[in-house]
């Protein structure tokens, strides 16, 4: 008998599950550039990740994105801080919280979405 636990690098969520979609807003990123100081000191927290997920700790970095009604958009590097997996019944959730390390450009962000992934938002 075994157990299913899934690793990752990407920390990919929607708005529901923690994305803090406030601060890293597009619209807002394209016209007037986010910069790392803005967010570096602030932690976040993610939830109701479904299945257990098991993240890279720090120092090794993960690829935060947003998924957008099922697309993906890639904002940057961050370190996991802490992971919970919850079991609820059969099935498990994964929750955290995490500091960002890096952001991309508007002009990066781009081009690392359309080319990382194959349910990009551009």
């Known amino acids: 008998m075994g157990g299913y636990i899934e690793i990752n690098d990407t920390l990919q969520i929607t708005t529901e599950q923690g994305f803090p979609e406030k601060i890293l807003n597009l619209e807002k990123h394209q016209k007037n550039p986010i910069i790392l100081d803005e967010v570096k000191d602030k932690v976040f927290e993610f939830y109701d990740k479904p299945n257990a997920r098991i993240y890279q700790v720090s120092p090794t970095r993960n690829f935060l994105v947003h998924n957008i009604d099922g697309k993906w958009l890639f904002w ?30 508007p002009e990066y962000q781009k081009q690392i979405t359309v080319n990382e992934s194959d349910s990009s938002y551009f």
């Open 76 to 105: 940057g590097k961050i370190l996991i801080i802490e992971q919970n997996i919850k079991s609820e019944g059969e099935k498990h959730v994964t929750s955290g919280k995490y500091k960002i390390i890096k952001i991309y450009d």
